[in-house]
């Protein structure tokens, strides 16, 4: 059982929660994610890891209550147990000196780039971050995100932030960088990838397809990358965003959407 | 007469997901019992993995000591109520009774079932531990080869942890075979006894993540890999990452490990069709489609050989033919076709023959030229093997592996890295419960060779 330390709700239906997981916050790295199981009938989710405290013992989960399983997540309160997490799994993301990096994040994906940004911060390198949402509502973590980057754009869709437009409207403007890295939902990782591969700008996405055991087990999570299918649990979460079959990727996303509406429907009854 | 388990009948079977063999009444042990020839050399014993005293609890039944005759199988075997239901005993202890002679061997499978059965309801039985010892031995995976490892250590007296990365315990036992072949109220049972030994199991722990095998040699005396055989294979044909191609291990892990045949009272769901293909011809092809039939699909199961090379067992193919899977024998998938939203709307395959014999002795399949057909199903589960976990040797620099990825031993099982021993599926690649079982055992006592001539020198 985990305990629940703290949480804060960052904007509409997105939760921040803070949980006791000493071992993983112990070897957790930018880019890892953990498998939360939120009650004893509950299913496997994999959620990045936004944030850990070695020494305090605890991880930090930021997600959106979009399904059944996030918004159980979501209706728990500090001193409530979850009762299985499991991790820190997947390769961290490759940190190194790139001199120029873009960090992008979309949507939640906001809470994913921040450790991300962080590390190539404290790498050294030069960070641009980009975030967008679709609306000023939606947006989190934009003063932490100021703290680790040297330069940060914001975009909403609708305009009411920010500037309006999408976070690679504001990519294509830019130049000098010699990194990406992008996670958020897959029409604007796809948008970010065709706009580097002009360019030849290495490119690296973390990708989220639907996992079971997410330790390589069940292949569920199988990915074309590159014309190969490798496993998005052990052999990502981070893959070269000018590989990646996206159209697969977001076809596969649909396997269960009859199922989760159905019990989606019973949680909000 | 040998005396055969009752079972649900078919019809009422497929409607649920309850245990299919029915166990010996009390009167059917009995005469079962009486029918042992108490054999001076038994022969029936060297056919067993784990070497139970097998006429020596059987004269315990006839002479109506169950709890006596538990107690002399778990001298050897700490998993009885598992073993008595998945061990393939035809091909083991079974075969070799001399009453197989006459084609009626003594069902001991059915009678270890019997003894250990016992335990479910009338008693817990655990054992003194003579002395207890301070050192600390990690086992890394939970399934049937590190269970009983742990088992066994602990009857030694150490001070065992197991580490599993799952959040139950019980590794296939738990994930891999289904409810109606292994309840899993029968593994919690074990694992129960198990923890009653001394046994602490730490869940959602993946040994290479969570803790590293560095980690553990600074805290264990001495390690046991057991991760088994748990990475699917697929098939390499096109189509094969389309909406509803299932590996085994994830369709089974959906119904068995998240128990997705009980959505939505539990949260993790299964999309199958009306009717679905199921590739392979093992045990595990074999519990695919019998889970199908029970969520109300159409099973065809397709197999590129013939029923006489089937690698599963004869029982579970008869009990898979008289569920109403329709088998396709000498049939090989070439490609899976996708309807409008990429979803499966059908398999084409080609037809077989058999040519000469192969390395693993069976007639290798020849496909038949231009006799591509096309099955229409809507639903694909690949069932052709598991290979070894590659994910902890990955990590672990220093840990050497074989071509076929299994992890390399020395003749005391024990890795390249010393003091960290492996056994199971990951050194054999795919295979029994059993077999598993027996390395588990070898460890346990190789482990303990090993820290007592430390100690020594």
Not at chain 1, 7 to 36: D, S, Y
Not at chain 2, 109 to 123: H, I, M, S, V, W
Request: aromatic share 6%; net charge positive; hydrophobic share 40%.
């Amino acid at each position: 059982m985990f305990k629940v330390i703290n949480k804060e709700n960052l904007a509409k239906e997105v939760t921040k929660i803070v949980v006791k997981a000493e071992q993983i916050a112990r070897k957790a790295k930018a880019g890892q994610f953990v498998v939360v199981i939120v009650d004893e009938r509950g299913e496997r989710i994999p959620l990045t890891l936004a944030d850990w405290d070695k020494d305090k013992g605890t991880i930090t989960l930021i997600f959106q209550k979009i399904g059944f399983s996030t918004k159980k997540l979501g209706s728990l309160n500090p001193g409530d147990k979850i009762e299985h997490i499991l991790g820190p799994l997947g390769h961290p993301t490759e940190i190194k000196k790139w001199d120029k990096v873009v960090c992008i994040g979309g949507g939640v994906g906001i809470a994913e780039a921040y450790p991300v940004c962080r590390a190539f911060k404290e790498a050294g390198n030069y960070v641009i971050g980009i975030i967008g949402t679709r609306n000023k509502d939606l947006l989190i973590l934009e003063k932490e995100m100021k703290k680790v980057c040297d330069e940060l754009f914001i975009t909403t869709d609708d305009g009411s932030y920010g500037e309006k437009g999408f976070v690679s409207d504001v990519l294509k403007r830019l130049s000098g960088y010699n990194f990406v890295y992008a996670v958020g939902p897959i029409p604007m990782m796809q948008a970010v990838s065709k706009i580097t591969q002009e360019y030849h700008i290495k490119t690296i996405v973390s990708l989220n397809p639907i996992m079971v055991d997410a330790t390589g087990m069940c292949g569920a999570c199988r990915l074309r990358v590159g014309n190969c299918t490798v496993f998005g649990c052990v052999d990502g979460p981070d893959f070269d965003a000018h590989a990646v079959d996206f159209e697969e990727l977001s076809r596969r996303l649909k396997i269960f959407t009859e199922a989760e509406r159905k019990i989606d429907a019973q949680f909000n009854s | 007469m040998r005396q055969n388990v009752c079972q649900q009948p078919p019809k009422e079977r497929i409607k649920n997901f309850s245990e299919v063999a029915l166990g010996f009444s009390k009167k059917q042990a009995e005469i079962e019992a009486r029918r042992c020839l108490q054999c001076k050399d038994p022969s029936c014993v060297k056919g067993c993995p784990v070497e139970i005293d097998i006429p020596g609890f059987i004269k315990l039944l006839k002479e109506k000591k169950r709890k006596e005759a538990l107690k002399k199988i778990k001298e050897k075997n700490n998993l009885p109520a598992i073993c008595g239901r998945v061990c393939p005993q035809e091909d083991q202890c079974e075969k070799n009774c001399v009453l197989n002679k006459k084609n009626m061997p003594i069902n001991i499978g059915a009678l270890e079932r019997y003894a250990a059965d016992y335990e479910l309801t009338f008693f817990r039985l655990s054992f003194k531990i003579k002395q207890k010892l301070r050192t600390r031995v990690a086992v890394v995976g939970s399934g049937p080869a590190g269970l009983t490892c742990a088992a066994d250590l602990a009857r030694m007296g150490y001070q065992v942890v197991v580490f599993e990365s799952l959040h139950l315990p019980g590794g296939v036992l738990t994930y891999g075979i289904p409810e109606f072949r292994l309840p899993k109220q029968i593994v919690r049972n074990e694992v129960e006894y198990i923890k009653r030994l001394g046994v602490e199991i730490k869940l959602n722990s993946l040994v290479g993540n969570t803790y590293s095998i560095e980690d553990l040699l600074s805290e264990f005396k001495a390690i046991f890999i057991a991760v088994g055989a748990g990475l699917p294979q697929f098939l390499g044909i096109p189509g094969e990452n389309l909406n509803r191609v299932y590996s085994a291990n994830e369709f089974l892990a959906r119904i068995n490990l998240m128990q997705a045949y009980k959505f939505p009272e539990y949260a993790t769901p299964i999309n199958i069709g009306k009717r679905v293909a199921i590739i392979g011809g093992g045990n595990v092809a074999l519990d695919c489609a019998r889970v199908a039939i029970r969520l109300g699909s159409d099973v065809t199961l397709v197999y590129r050989r013939s029923r006489t090379e089937m690698p599963g067992r004869k029982e579970e193919i008869e009990n898979a033919l008289a569920e109403g899977v329709v088998f396709k024998f000498l049939t090989q998938p070439v490609r899976i076709i996708e309807d409008e939203q990429g979803f499966v709307k059908g398999l084409e395959c080609i037809k077989m023959e058999l040519g000469e014999a192969d390395a693993s002795g069976r007639r290798r399949p020849v496909a038949v030229r231009s006799s591509n057909f096309i099955l229409e199903i809507d639903t694909v589960i690949v069932a052709i093997g598991q290979r070894p976990n590659p994910l902890l040797v990955k990590v672990t620099p220093g840990l050497k592996t074989n071509e076929d990825g299994t992890i390399k031993v020395d003749e005391h099982l024990m890795t390249s890295i010393t003091g960290v021993f492996a056994g199971g599926d990951i050194i054999t690649g795919a295979d029994t419960v059993i077999s598993a079982m027996g390395a588990g055992k070898k460890a346990a006592v190789e482990i303990d060779n090993y820290i007592k001539s430390n100690i020594k020198s």
